[in-house]
């Protein structure tokens, strides 16, 4: 069951750049939620504070408060606490090039110390299933690494990796931007089917892509939240200039 | 038409021909270095593998060495002590050259104490063998008061260490970094995504640097001379006891004036750059299979 | 098993959802894993009840920085011992150590001067001889050797480098050394005696032998290592000698051998530590006699070869420290050399990897 998430005053720096001005807003349980805006705006290091993933880059530093239900990320729990629940899907498919694609699947609870082959088993079926694998994969589960498949279905291993550890969260850096176009739609479809289970936060530079899945959108530049409203009325009535000017194109 | 046209035309196809035969002559020169490069090569390989193919026989792996003037005699107690004592370094140096290389690459980005403790390993790859050999000496050697395999294994342990720190450092450097992020984004601690991750993507790379490191101190003698010393007899337990190593027999019975010993020499030398030549040859299957298979 | 329930596709609600609505009971969305009481599946309430390892992750990382720190440990170990088991030679000669020639150990005289002058011989010699056939060879391999002989030639360099010292010298010993004096020797007396470096006594142990099998051996090192060097050189480079109509050899000269003059420099002096630090094979075929001639077809010795010859029969702790400071001084001197090495092949690599990206 996903949660809500209210990010309060957040500010982040890369080094001694102020990447993330005091953003404000709250993020709606199961519903899925676009983040958009030109490259370099400040979307991707959002999304990654939203699972401390900003500290794994040891010049990275972030500030304020982000409340994930009723905990708050940077005060009540650790990083990997926090990970475990805010799954992630990343720009480029990055699945364990070691490991079968079972093993890709269920590494999150594996690699945690979880034992039990059998929910095991109906755990990364489940996943494989909920992330449309399972029937192309099902042959060669444990036989086939995880590198060996193509690139979106590796993408899509990767969000049914993701969903292996039941997440309440998942967050999307623009999941599709390295796939072809067939790839893509699948994957949106995927967001689709499961913004009702979880709170989907997906970042992309692909406008329709935001129209398509996302029942909110927040609109990203230079570091700053400039508008965030229910999908629709970003894309028809937008409240701020500069929002309205990137949606038709003037710039970015 | 003057004549200046014509003399200059001239030089110049002097100028030209110059030329042609500086490149031709140096063209010719690589060509017969390389002949006479392969000449004492072929010559060493060759005179090798004929001598030491008539020396060898099965009691060479199954005797010990027979005394001063009775024939026969092998070096079985000699290829058993080389065995325990690169089994000792292995066991010391290897995880410790993997720690240091995992440190260097996974913990240490950018900072001072990794450029140094780079440099050290570097340096220390550079330091002669028979230093070791002193130093493993006055250490262990000089405080027992009795030559040791333990003091052999040490000196030789120490000079495994600077290769597996860097092969390993090199090798989780081809590690996707996306890879690492995608294991801690799980919630995956991060030393549990550092050996099940990182090392296991890396580990062909990692084998083959070990091996490396092995088959280069497999063949060490200088750092045995005055630790391990040498044994006439068995010793496969004793830790404490001076042991005998094929690089030291190979190099007694060199310098000995026994017809004998010297064809026992030739045996040994043979044995052991074959059982190198596996390790190395295990290597390079190890890295022609590549560090990744699939991916990109 | 179980069917698992993916979520019902219902229509897009896309328009609607600004507050969230409350969403049907959890129960509905796990298959496999009968609800806990609190409703959270059994892969759920696992991860939260585990442990977030913080402890686990602190005792890791100071367990590598103590494998990284024993590093320096190790060094700075062989630096204390040496130092401390020398130090009764040091207060006994001082710096005269090094200036003395007489090394008498029965009358307990000590002085490193002939093993100084050994190794510096021995290793000019083996770079004099190994630097231009490396540098020949690496040029054969990349540009005019045919590509199905490349394989084979590197690999019998390679070869080359993984066979141990130990066997070197062995054939040294038994075929190098009688060839050096019955049939090279002669030679070089006859055509090259005039110069005083070849001249009777002639036994085929020498200084000459020493320095041709130590180049027989840091030959690998050198030509591998510069060959890294040339092929780092852009291929852009080559291409724009070669499009002004320049030969081979100018455009090896100018577009390779310039370019990567820093890294080959660096590789013969890589190649000049291995070589001042080798003990087996030379202790094998010096003579190990410690004098200083000018005659390179007499026996010398070496600072390695010193130790390696009479460590384990030196009576009295001043012959045992005397040793001792010759391996210190060994120890320093490859540090230094390889340190400078390190940092020239450094500076060229880096160079070329940052121009290639």
New interface residues.
Partial sequence: ??V?IRVENLNAWYGAVHTLHDVNLRI????ATALIGPSGCGKSTFVRCL?R?HE?N?AARAEGKVMMGDVDIFKD??P??????V??V?Q?P?????MSIYDNVA???K????R?KR?LD??V??SL??AALWDEVKDDLKKK?G??ISGGQQQRL?IA??L???PEVLLMDEPASALDPVSTAKIEDLI???K??YTIVIVTHNMQQAAR????TGFFLMGKLVEF????KIFTNPSDKRTEDYITGRFG | MSPLPVRSRHLERLLELRRSATNHAVTALAVVSTVLVLVPLVAIVGYLIYKGASSLNLAFFTHLPAPVGEKGGGMANAIAGSGLLLGLASLMGIPLGIGAGVYLSEYAHGTWLGSAVRFTADVLNGVPSIVMGIAAYALIVARQQHFSALSGGVALAIMMVPTVTRTTEEMLATVPNPVREAALGLGIPKWRTVLSVSLRTASPGIITGCMLAFARVAGETAPLLFTAFGNQFWNLFNLNQPIAALPLQIYVYAISPYDDWHRLAWAGALVLVVMIMIAVTLVRIFANRGVLKGGH | MNEPKTVPVDRPQMQKVVVPQERAVPTERTVETAATPAGLSVVRSFLLAKSSGRYADGAFASLMVVCALSVFAIVLLIVFVLISKSMPSIHQFGWRFFETRTWDPVSGQFGALPFIYGTVVSSLLAVLIAVPLALAVSIFLLDICPRFLRGPISFLTELLAAIPSVVYGLWGVFVLVPIIRDQVGPVLEKYLGWTGFFAEPNFGVSMFSAGVILAIMIFPVISSISRDVMRAVPVNQREAVLALGATRWEMLRIGVLRNSRMGIVGSVILGLGRALGETMAVTMVIGNHPDILKNLLAPGYTLASVIANEFTEATGDLYLSALIEIGLALFLVTIVVNAIARLLVWAVMRGNTARAH
Avoid: W, Y
């Fill in positions: 069951m996903g809500d709606p349980a199961n519903h699972n993933m794994t040891p729990a650790t990997v606490e926090i990970r475990r629940r799954g992630m990343f480029r990055n699945p364990f090039p070691t590494s999150g609870l690699l945690n110390g979880f039990n929910v109906e755990v079926e489940r299933r909920q690494s590198a060996s990767c990796r993701a292996a550890v039941d689709f089917k499961l009702s289970q899945v996302a029942e909110n409203a229910a999908t629709t």
